[in-house]
């Protein structure tokens, strides 16, 4: 069996990609339950969301942790199970996942990067941004409803060719 190891950097910023097993709609339907799963577990283990989008199937954030702080993945197995919490499981889930009580539902791995510098975040940043438009779900990044993009703008902090 592999061993994943993960970055632990106290304080450290990081880009995330993480998605549910069967390609779907599931995180775009049950839209407030993911919410409400996010802000539950960020209220109970701090972290900043530099930058967030929401798609079908997946979702890409960038986290800011406290710097005494290094432990995403307990935060993104917190937020996974309370979302799955109450929702049927997969019908395709493994023997493995009856085995650990887990709902199927939800990818096991996730991909995480740890930012390097300013010019990293940037390209990061128009990543998350620029998906729904590179999946065509939108036109334009603006009209993507699901994406902290509309934050960003309503701060002036729009990146070079964001508003494409």
């Known amino acids: 069996m592999p061993q994943y190891r993960r970055a632990k950097l106290s304080g450290g910023t990081f880009f995330f990609t993480?998605?549910?097993v069967d390609r779907d709609d599931l995180l775009v339907r049950e839209i407030e339950r993911l919410r409400a799963a996010y802000r539950v577990v960020q209220h109970r283990r701090p972290f900043q969301t530099i930058a967030i989008c929401i798609l079908p199937d997946h979702l890409h954030a960038i986290w800011s942790l406290p710097d005494?702080?290094?432990d995403f993945s307990v935060r993104w197995n917190q937020i996974k199970?309370?979302?799955?919490?109450k929702?049927?499981?997969?019908?395709?889930?493994?023997?493995?996942?009856v085995g650990k009580r887990e709902t199927g539902l939800w990818q096991r791995r996730y991909w995480e990067h740890a930012i390097r510098n300013e010019t990293d975040l940037e390209r990061h940043i128009?990543?998350?941004?620029?998906?729904?438009v590179k999946h065509g779900l939108v036109s334009r990044v603006i009209d993507r409803p699901h994406s902290?993009?509309?934050?960003?703008?309503?701060?002036?902090?729009?990146?070079?060719?964001?508003?494409?």
Do not use: C
């Open 81 to 85: 199970g309370r979302f799955s919490r």
């Open 68 to 70: 005494n702080d290094a």
């Open 148 to 164: 902290s993009f509309h934050r960003y703008a309503e701060r002036g902090d729009l990146l070079t060719g964001l508003g494409r």
């Open 18 to 20: 993480v998605a549910i």
């Open 87 to 97: 929702l049927a499981a997969a019908p395709s889930r493994s023997a493995r996942h």
């Open 126 to 132: 128009e990543y998350i941004y620029f998906n729904p």
